[in-house]
Nanobody, 122 residues
Framework: QVQLVESGGGLVQTGGSLRLSCAAS????????MGWFRQAPGKEREFVGA???????YYADSVKGRFTISRDNAKNTVYLQMNSLKPEDTALYYC????????????????WGQGTQVTVSS
């Protein structure tokens, strides 16, 4: 069982930056792939990026080059650095954990945080 708590969301202007954090409970954090997802009102939850247990990173095309995922296994924390934010990045951002190798599939993540709101004003 893994419990996840996100923080760091807020209101930012277009072009600004935010860093989200996700703190995990449990002693096996390093064995999980950690993903970030987002959901805008009226839209489905979508993959943003993931940092696998083996050290690989994956990003959605929409955020590639602007967002960076990192993790600190000693602190049981994963981060999402978001730069050059756009209004279309406005959403509720979730972190999630999985043992699956298919890091981009939302349905393969059994553990989820409660989400943190990111709002980008134009």
């Amino acid at each position: 069982q893994v419990q996840l708590v996100e923080s760091g969301g807020g209101l930012v202007q277009t072009g600004g930056s935010l860093r989200l954090s996700c703190a995990a409970s449990g002693r096996t954090f390093s064995s999980y792939t950690m993903g970030w997802f987002r959901q805008a009102p009226g839209k489905e939850r979508e993959f943003v990026g993931a940092f696998t247990w083996s050290g690989a990173t994956y990003y959605a095309d929409s955020v590639k080059g602007r967002f960076t995922i990192s993790r600190d296994n000693a602190k049981n924390t994963v981060y999402l650095q978001m730069n050059s934010l756009k209004p279309e990045d406005t959403a509720l951002y979730y972190c999630a954990a999985t043992n699956s190798r298919l890091a981009h599939l939302v349905n393969l993540y059994p553990y989820w945080g409660q989400g943190t709101q990111v709002t980008v004003s134009s």
